[in-house]
């Protein structure tokens, strides 16, 4: 669910950091569908599980989103999307490798999972990061970033679909506001 706080990020990162000027309507927008992540998540911030430890992970890689996004579109406007993303996903790789041999040998390795993988790497990763650094560099990182805004909405309607989950009153106002602050953040100030 706070992977859906993205564009509040961006928005804080590139201010801070970057010289990122945003309009009120974009800041209200960010600031509505906030409000709409929060209702979204509300039914379940009473059940318990969370860790400070995971919570201060999950902000680490929120902070990493909203720097990447500012960093993406002047350099894929220089460089292209394509170029860019073949470095990043490269140092990526490399970065993040160590903790994947650890488990390495422990792993029990099936086709199926291979081809899950590589479908997951390729579609879910590649061709999104691919389309993610080209809408950057075309609308901006903070009209890109509403885009995580969809998440909790889908995995919410994956969870009533899929799963059986109920549909709550909660996740019905969350996902309206939601989408009511992500169409105000795509607005540019008059």
């Not at 422990?106 to 389309?131: C, D, I, M, Q």
């Not at 560099?137 to 909790?152: C, D, E, F, N, Q």
């Amino acid at each position: 669910m706070m992977n859906g706080a993205m564009p509040v990020m961006t928005i804080v990162v590139g201010a801070a950091i970057f010289g990122l000027r945003t309009g009120p309507i974009q800041i209200a927008g960010v600031t509505v569908g906030l409000v709409g992540i929060l209702l979204i998540g509300l039914p379940t911030a009473t059940t318990g599980g969370t860790r400070a430890v995971g919570v201060l992970l999950v902000v680490l890689a929120i902070t990493s989103y909203g720097i990447a996004a500012n960093l993406a579109g002047p350099l894929q406007r220089r460089y292209g999307s394509l170029p860019v993303l073949v470095r990043v996903l490269a140092v990526a790789t490399v970065a993040t490798m160590p903790f994947g041999l650890v488990g390495l040998a422990a792993s029990s390795w099936s086709w199926p999972a291979v081809a899950a993988n590589v479908a997951v790497g390729f579609g879910g990763t590649g061709l999104a990061y691919l389309a993610a650094a080209t809408l950057i560099g075309r609308v901006g990182p903070v009209r890109m970033s509403v885009v995580t805004y969809l998440v909790p909405v889908v995995a919410a309607v994956l969870g009533v679909a899929v799963l059986g989950e109920t549909l709550s009153v909660w996740l019905v106002a969350g996902g309206g506001v939601l989408l009511g602050g992500a169409w105000l953040t795509t607005r540019t100030s008059a």
